[in-house]
């Protein structure tokens, strides 16, 4: 999920706890397909909800801050 979604997810009505349960779910899915092969089997790190809450919340502040890139 880039920070666009992220932002028209948040505009369209939901909140910041929920966004960062999808960012997590789809990261850490992510994360699981690359370790699926033997080469990279330790490479990638799982976050926590507080890390995913943390970005959501940081995508957020930019845009209301009015870096929109």
């Known amino acids: 999920m880039n920070d666009k979604e992220i932002i028209k997810k948040w505009t369209s009505g939901l909140s910041k706890e929920q966004l960062a349960k999808i960012y997590k779910r789809q990261y ?23 890390e995913a809450l943390a970005k959501v919340e940081q995508v957020i502040y930019k845009y209301l801050k009015g870096d929109k890139k």
């Open 28 to 50: 850490n899915q992510g994360i699981k397909i690359i370790r699926s092969t033997v080469r990279h089997k330790h490479s990638g790190r799982f976050i926590t909800d507080y």
